[in-house]
């Protein structure tokens, strides 16, 4: 199917695990961008690339590592989940950037017990 | 410090009559505007967009205006429709090669029947 998905939709993890959350695109895009929604904060940006092998720092990058070795993926780990981290995670691609359209997928919502 | 602030959290309008929302933003350097809606359990989707030379851009029943003096962001919605009950996120892109978008808190409108 052509679009954005996230795997999982749903994870429960434990401080200090590492958990890695998937996002594919079929659009071959060449931007992708991950955010986290809280509750009180609207969409954050965590890390963004613009094209593979190229990632760079959003506003809350802290705690997070992100690669993109192909254009169609853009994984994002957490190395050491703390609590803090609970939220709800989008993945996003784009054609030209933040200043036209971008494709959410569905969110994968973390919780760091 | 907010860059983006979407001041009512909430809205309730009647079917058919006009919704309203609002953003205000701080730098008068930002270069374009996008509006995202969301549902619940879903990924924002794009709406529209207007960049920083416009003063207005319409699509349908939704236009979105741009007063650069006042620093000041709306999204008419003409007639509103129960589908349209969503959260609405109004973002801002710097421009000048950034690839950042900066979310407001969102206003979820609720389009009563």
Same mark, same amino acid.
């Given at each position: 199917d052509a679009g954005i998905t996230q795997s999982p939709r749903y994870k429960i993890t434990e401080t200090g695990r590492q958990v890695t959350l998937m996002c594919h695109q079929t659009?071959?895009?060449?931007y992708m961008f991950w955010y986290r929604q809280d509750l009180g904060h609207g969409l954050r940006l965590i890390y963004y690339s613009a094209a593979a092998d190229i990632t760079d720092k959003g506003e809350v990058p802290d705690g997070y590592v992100v690669s993109r070795s192909k254009t169609e993926n853009f994984p994002l780990t957490l190395e050491s989940a703390t609590r803090s981290q609970t939220s709800v995670y989008f993945c996003a691609s784009s054609?030209?950037?933040?200043?036209t359209e971008a494709f959410f997928g569905q969110g994968t919502r973390l919780t760091v017990v | 410090d907010q860059q983006v602030k979407q001041n009512s959290p909430s809205l309730s309008v009647q079917e058919g009559r006009i919704s309203i929302l609002n953003c205000d933003y701080t730098? #008068?350097?930002?270069d374009y505007f996008l509006w995202y809606k969301k549902y619940p359990a879903e990924g924002p989707t794009f709406l529209i967009s207007i960049s920083s030379i416009k003063d207005k851009n319409e699509d349908g029943r939704f236009t979105v205006f741009l007063n650069k003096s006042a620093k000041h962001l709306s999204l008419h919605i003409v007639? #509103?429709?129960?589908?349209?009950s969503a959260v609405y996120f109004c973002a801002v892109e710097p421009g000048a090669g950034s690839y950042q978008l900066t979310f407001g808190k969102g206003t979820k409108l609720s389009v009563i029947p």
């Open positions: 659009w071959s895009h060449s054609e030209q950037g933040a200043n | 730098n #008068s350097m930002f007639p #509103s429709q129960p589908g349209d």
